[in-house]
C-alpha cells in the first residue's frame, strides 16, 4: 500500500510543475492518466475527462494533494465497474442481458441463481427503468451500493 502511494505522489509532483502543491484541468488529468497507467489501469486523459465529467467532478478547480488522492480514487474505481461490466457485457452490445448475468453466476459456481431472483437483480440493476442494463445504469448500482456498504 505504501508502494502505491509513492507512485500518485509522483504522479502528484511530476505534474505540479510550480511546485504550488495543486494541480488544475490538463495537469490533474495528465497526473491521473499517467498513475492509471502505470498500476496497469491505462486510461487516455480523454477517458479521465470523460470519467471527471460523469462524476460531476470540476476539472477547472484547483486539486491539493489530499483531494488529489480521492479524485484518483474515485477514478480508479470507475475503470474498475467499467471492467467488470465489460466481463459481463459478453455480447459487447453495451448492455448486459439476463442471461449474461446467469451465465456469469454459473461460471463463478453459483448455480442456485433462480428466476426470480434473476428478475429480482436485474429490476434492481435497471437503476433508469427502461428495461436495459447499460454501464450508466451498472455504475449507478455500484457507487450506491458501495455508499450503502461504508454506513
Known amino acids: 500500500m505504501a508502494e502505491q502511494y509513492e507512485i500518485y505522489q509522483r504522479g502528484f509532483n511530476l505534474f505540479d510543475s510550480d511546485d504550488d502543491g495543486a494541480l488544475q484541468g490538463k495537469q490533474l488529468c495528465s497526473a491521473i492518466s499517467t ?6 489501469r491505462c486510461v487516455s486523459e480523454r477517458e479521465v475527462v470523460d470519467i471527471l465529467r460523469r462524476l460531476k467532478i470540476n476539472i477547472g478547480a484547483v486539486v491539493y494533494y489530499l483531494e488529489y488522492l480521492e479524485v484518483l480514487d474515485a477514478v480508479l474505481k470507475e475503470i474498475n465497474y ?41 429490476h434492481s440493476l435497471d437503476v433508469d427503468g427502461d428495461g436495459l442494463v447499460n454501464y450508466n445504469d451498472f455504475a449507478m448500482m455500484m457507487r450506491k451500493t458501495e455508499t450503502l456498504l461504508k454506513k
Do not use: H, W, Y
Open 82 to 122: 467499467r471492467d467488470m461490466f465489460e466481463v459481463l457485457d459478453r455480447d459487447r452490445d453495451g448492455f448486459v442481458s439476463a442471461n449474461e448475468i446467469r451465465q456469469s453466476f454459473l461460471e463463478v459456481g453459483e448455480p442456485r441463481l433462480t428466476d426470480k431472483k434473476l428478475a429480482s437483480l436485474m
Open 35 to 40: 498513475v492509471c497507467c502505470t498500476t496497469n
